[in-house]
């Protein structure tokens, strides 16, 4: 039976959207005939903020091993000086007071969408290396030093490290080069081609730094996987150099086992909406960088000012949208007339967050200027079989949604064709004919189903790279 490492400073109870598809490796990997090890920060080095769902620990198996290493924050260690010095400190992020946005118009808004001041400038010249290419940098030292004792003690066949955060390929390619195995580099986002982070792309010393840092990954890797055709491509065109085979595309999925006691099967159909009440529409999760739901608040507020619909008619609950000094959606909503039917709620744990979407009428889905990624929550759409309205310009998520013919896609800046999709939306709930997607996506987007692309991939790296050393003798 081979043994696998798996890589990932992400991983329970830690919660993030991106350690759903780690759980479900680790979870259903052992079906196929693999032992497991997992290689994971310690919960008392999580950044101060973590989202932590202990329940999700119960969905690993009791035979998988999990080693956990200590992690430093640079960040965090500047401001504990800083602090024992007498300086003032938002303890909650890092951030000098000294440095924060003045107060204005300026400071109202989401700092995704704030000019860079002078002082910020500043302070990026000095934090940014300290961060580059994340802020778990300071895992990567103690994460290599245990990752080495567990090689030497119980030898792995084959390293697997899930990305983002980009540490964790940075320490799988350092103990590749330890134990000299092979190694499977999931990038579950592209590193660059993200326009949510588009100094990735700059010619400053940051962008060549990930430049470098990303070719090194991916020149090291005897597999790469990306999660979408579109990203595939892309990283094709920046390495032409290099077999294409050793590129593939594995979707993200859903763990139907998230779902049994949920509603039972997630194949059946849902019930038919009453019309005698709001739709709810619901949208689960942070927004962050460019990701924003504006455009529909507005489009809401101009339906309201038209007449054509009221809260009695819609309801949209934005579920993980409190946070703490974050007050941009409720201004929106409140400047646009939209207030009485944007629900501002905090985060919930994720059972319940599924709880809430089988409990929808329709579901939304935001993704702007990410042409290249897919929300992980769509599958989680996907296997509760309600419709779901998409706002997104061309790309991959676009082409997910036409593909399975999830629900109307409505480009945000198209406030007009907005404004008529939410309408007929209306309509048609009102009248029960609310159009459901088409079951047989649950079928193609099942995480327990999809593990047989894992271990296809993981079982090749173990061949290539056996086939190399026969040849050459030696893998560098």
Same mark, same amino acid.
């Given at each position: 039976?081979?043994?696998?490492?798996?890589?990932?400073?992400?991983?329970?109870?830690?919660?993030?959207?991106?350690?759903?598809?780690?759980?479900?490796?680790?979870?259903?990997?052992?079906?196929?005939?693999?032992?497991?090890?997992?290689?994971?920060?310690?919960?008392?080095? %999580?950044?101060?903020?973590?989202?932590?769902?202990?329940?999700?620990?119960?969905?690993? =198996?009791?035979?998988?091993? &999990?080693?956990?290493?200590?992690?430093?924050?640079?960040?965090?260690?500047?401001?504990?000086?800083?602090?024992?010095?007498?300086?003032?400190?938002?303890?909650?992020?890092?951030?000098?007071?000294?440095?924060?946005?003045?107060?204005?118009?300026?400071?109202?808004?989401?700092?995704?969408?704030?000019?860079?001041?002078?002082? @910020?400038?500043?302070?990026?010249?000095?934090?940014? =290396?300290?961060? +580059?290419?994340?802020?778990?940098?300071?895992?990567?030292?103690?994460?290599?030093?245990?990752?080495?004792?567990?090689?030497?003690?119980?030898?792995?066949?084959? &390293?697997?490290?899930?990305?983002?955060?980009?540490?964790?390929?940075?320490?799988?390619?350092?103990?590749?080069?330890?134990?000299?195995?092979?190694?499977?580099?999931?990038?579950?986002?592209?590193?660059?081609?993200?326009?949510?982070?588009?100094?990735?792309?700059?010619?400053?010393?940051?962008?060549?730094?990930?430049?470098?840092?990303?070719?090194?990954?991916? /020149?090291?890797?005897?597999?790469? &996987?990306?999660?979408?055709?579109?990203?595939?491509?892309?990283?094709? /065109?920046? %390495?032409?150099?290099?077999?294409?085979?050793?590129?593939?595309?594995?979707?993200?999925?859903?763990?139907?086992?998230?779902?049994?006691?949920?509603?039972?099967?997630?194949?059946?159909?849902?019930?038919? =909406?009453?019309?005698?009440?709001?739709?709810?529409?619901?949208?689960?999760?942070?927004? %962050?960088?460019?990701?924003?739901?504006?455009?529909?608040?507005?489009?809401?507020?101009?339906?309201?000012?038209?007449?054509?619909?009221?809260?009695?008619?819609? @309801?949209?609950?934005?579920?993980?949208?409190?946070? =703490?000094?974050? +007050?941009?959606?409720?201004?929106?909503?409140?400047?646009?007339?939209?207030?009485?039917?944007?629900?501002?709620?905090?985060?919930?744990?994720?059972?319940?967050?599924?709880?809430?979407?089988?409990?929808?009428?329709?579901?939304?889905?935001?993704?702007?200027?990410?042409?290249?990624?897919?929300?992980?929550?769509?599958?989680? %759409?996907?296997?509760?079989?309600?419709?779901?309205?998409?706002?997104?310009?061309?790309?991959?998520?676009?082409?997910?949604?036409?593909?399975?013919?999830?629900?109307?896609?409505?480009?945000?800046?198209?406030?007009?064709?907005?404004?008529?999709?939410?309408?007929?939306?209306?309509?048609?709930?009102? /009248?029960?004919?609310?159009?459901?997607?088409?079951?047989?996506?649950?079928?193609?987007?099942?995480?327990?189903?999809?593990?047989?692309?894992?271990? +296809?991939?993981?079982?090749?790296? &173990?061949?290539?790279?056996?086939?190399?050393?026969?040849?050459?003798?030696?893998?560098?």
């Amino acid at each position: 039976m081979p043994n696998c490492l798996i890589v990932a400073s992400h991983f329970p109870p830690f919660r993030s959207a991106g350690v759903f598809r780690t759980i479900r490796v680790a979870r259903y990997l052992p079906e196929h005939e693999w032992s497991i090890e997992v290689l994971t920060v310690d919960p008392k080095s %999580y950044l101060a903020g973590s989202s932590q769902s202990p329940e999700l620990l119960r969905r690993i =198996p009791e035979d998988v091993k &999990i080693h956990r290493a200590m992690a430093v924050h640079p960040l965090q260690v500047m401001t504990a000086i800083k602090s024992w010095k007498g300086g003032k400190s938002d303890s909650r992020n890092g951030q000098s007071v000294g440095t924060a946005t003045p107060k204005g118009e300026t400071a109202k808004r989401p700092p995704e969408l704030q000019s860079v001041s002078l002082p @910020q400038r500043v302070k990026d010249a000095i934090t940014v =290396p300290l961060m +580059t290419p994340d802020r778990w940098i300071g895992w990567l030292p103690f994460a290599v030093r245990k990752g080495r004792r567990i090689l030497n003690t119980r030898p792995a066949d084959v &390293i697997y490290s899930s990305g983002p955060p980009w540490t964790n390929h940075l320490v799988a390619e350092k103990l590749r080069r330890h134990a000299m195995i092979p190694w499977v580099a999931d990038f579950r986002d592209p590193w660059l081609g993200n326009n949510f982070r588009p100094r990735r792309q700059g010619d400053d010393w940051v962008g060549r730094r990930h430049q470098m840092l990303e070719k090194r990954v991916i /020149e090291s890797a005897n597999i790469v &996987i990306l999660n979408t055709d579109r990203a595939r491509q892309s990283v094709l /065109e920046r %390495y032409r150099e290099l077999p294409p085979e050793k590129f593939v595309v594995i979707n993200n999925g859903f763990d139907p086992a998230d779902f049994e006691d949920l509603n039972g099967d997630p194949s059946a159909s849902p019930a038919l =909406p009453d019309g005698n009440r709001p739709l709810r529409l619901v949208h689960t999760g942070a927004f %962050y960088g460019k990701r924003n739901v504006d455009a529909l608040i507005r489009a809401i507020g101009r339906l309201v000012q038209e007449g054509k619909v009221s809260s009695s008619d819609l @309801q949209v609950d934005l579920i993980g949208a409190q946070r =703490p000094g974050r +007050t941009h959606e409720r201004n929106v909503a409140e400047s646009s007339g939209a207030a009485d039917m944007i629900n501002i709620l905090p985060s919930l744990p994720h059972a319940q967050c599924l709880a809430q979407m089988s409990a929808a009428d329709a579901l939304l889905l935001v993704q702007t200027e990410a042409p290249l990624c897919i929300p992980g929550k769509v599958f989680e %759409y996907i296997a509760v079989k309600k419709p779901v309205l998409t706002l997104a310009g061309e790309g991959a998520t676009a082409d997910l949604v036409a593909k399975e013919q999830l629900g109307p896609c409505v480009d945000p800046e198209n406030s007009d064709q907005l404004a008529t999709c939410l309408q007929q939306f209306v309509h048609q709930f009102r /009248e029960n004919r609310m159009p459901l997607p088409d079951g047989s996506a649950a079928e193609r987007y099942d995480g327990r189903k999809q593990i047989r692309q894992f271990d +296809t991939a993981l079982r090749a790296a &173990i061949e290539n790279h056996a086939n190399a050393s026969s040849i050459n003798g030696d893998v560098r």
